[in-house]
């Protein structure tokens, strides 16, 4: 068995200050960010890689280890180790942008399937959410929202009815909610704030986000203000963990401030560096 019959790619080089089992992680990598594994595909096994790089199984096992726990790999017991699909990322600050206008950047092919849609009265924690009454009425959007028909994300949306009453009737499972609050209603988004759990998928989760109960799902919470500093939009998002990443952009304080819209744009559009999406 050689290189070439495996497709792995470059051997070991014995020279080197660096780790086998790195520079084994880093071969593997490569040859899934290429494209030449894909998604679903088997890699070769434990002992085929030993032989193809000539390395102990040792360093085998850590280096698909460290892919398998960053969700590059993932393993099937009694069959292998596949790729795993590659992970939606979603922006946390300095963009206020949903699911959809993530989804839709990332060159991806999103879709939504609308669980629920009505006017109810506004729960306690809603209604402080969204600076209301209890019992105001709110309008309550559920929708179960997939990627290349992969189910990724359950959204629950709550947004005051007296601001916006007909959304109640808009189509919302083919375009983002900000774009019809925006451009329907004039409404100015400014800012949002949000947060950032870990929890465990219920049976009724996990049957619609096709995973196991108990799996590690995202639970992200959201408030959406306007310019006027108003709150417009509530939401809770359980994510996938197998198949979300989430992006966080940081400034010096008072460094943001001082950038223009272009400068930004072409902080934003600077090539990420490997260890960030790894």
Same mark, same amino acid.
């Given at each position: 068995?050689?290189?070439?019959?495996l497709?792995?790619?470059?051997?070991?080089?014995?020279?080197?200050?660096?780790?086998?089992?790195?520079?084994?992680?880093?071969?593997?990598?490569?040859r899934?960010?290429?494209?030449?594994?894909?998604?679903?595909?088997?890699?070769?096994?434990?002992?085929?890689?030993?032989?193809?790089?000539?390395?102990?199984?040792?360093? #085998?096992?850590?280096?698909?280890?460290?892919?398998v726990?960053?969700? #590059?790999?993932?393993?099937?017991?009694?069959?292998?180790t596949?790729?795993?699909?590659?992970?939606?990322?979603?922006?946390?600050?300095?963009?206020?942008?949903g699911?959809?206008?993530?989804?839709?950047?990332?060159?991806?092919?999103?879709?939504?399937?609308?669980?629920?849609?009505?006017v109810?009265?506004?729960?306690?924690?809603?209604?402080?959410?969204?600076?209301?009454?209890?019992g105001?009425?709110?309008?309550?959007?559920?929708?179960?929202r997939?990627?290349?028909?992969?189910?990724?994300?359950? #959204?629950?949306? @709550?947004?005051? @009815?007296?601001?916006?009453?007909?959304?109640?009737?808009?189509?919302?499972?083919?375009?983002?909610?900000?774009?019809?609050?925006?451009?329907k209603?004039?409404?100015?988004?400014?800012?949002?704030?949000?947060t950032?759990?870990?929890?465990?998928?219920?049976?009724?989760?996990?049957?619609?986000?096709?995973?196991?109960?108990?799996?590690?799902?995202?639970?992200?919470?959201?408030?959406?203000?306007?310019?006027?500093?108003?709150?417009?939009?509530?939401?809770?998002?359980?994510?996938?963990?197998?198949?979300?990443?989430?992006?966080?952009?940081?400034?010096?304080?008072g460094?943001?401030?001082?950038?223009?819209?272009?400068?930004?744009?072409?902080?934003?559009?600077?090539?990420?560096?490997?260890?960030?999406?790894?």
């Amino acid at each position: 068995m050689t290189l070439d019959d495996l497709q792995v790619g470059e051997p070991i080089r014995r020279d080197s200050p660096v780790p086998y089992y790195y520079q084994l992680e880093g071969f593997l990598r490569e040859r899934i960010d290429s494209g030449i594994w894909k998604p679903g595909q088997k890699i070769p096994s434990e002992a085929e890689l030993c032989a193809a790089y000539d390395v102990s199984r040792t360093v #085998v096992r850590q280096a698909l280890n460290e892919l398998v726990q960053e969700g #590059v790999l993932y393993r099937r017991k009694g069959k292998g180790t596949f790729v795993a699909e590659p992970k939606i990322r979603e922006s946390l600050v300095q963009h206020l942008t949903g699911f959809y206008e993530d989804t839709v950047a990332l060159g991806l092919e999103p879709s939504t399937k609308v669980l629920q849609q009505e006017v109810i009265p506004a729960p306690p924690k809603i209604a402080q959410a969204l600076s209301l009454k209890e019992g105001d009425p709110v309008i309550v959007i559920d929708r179960l929202r997939a990627v290349d028909g992969e189910p990724i994300v359950l #959204v629950v949306t @709550y947004v005051p @009815y007296r601001v916006c009453p007909e959304l109640v009737n808009e189509d919302v499972s083919r375009q983002s909610l900000y774009a019809i609050l925006e451009k329907k209603y004039g409404l100015e988004l400014a800012y949002g704030r949000r947060t950032l759990e870990a929890v465990a998928a219920t049976k009724e989760e996990a049957e619609l986000l096709e995973i196991e109960e108990g799996d590690p799902i995202v639970l992200l919470r959201s408030i959406s203000y306007l310019k006027d500093g108003g709150p417009i939009e509530y939401f809770k998002a359980r994510h996938r963990g197998d198949r979300s990443r989430f992006e966080v952009e940081l400034f010096r304080p008072g460094k943001a401030e001082t950038l223009s819209h272009e400068d930004m744009s072409a902080l934003r559009n600077l090539p990420r560096s490997n260890i960030l999406s790894s």
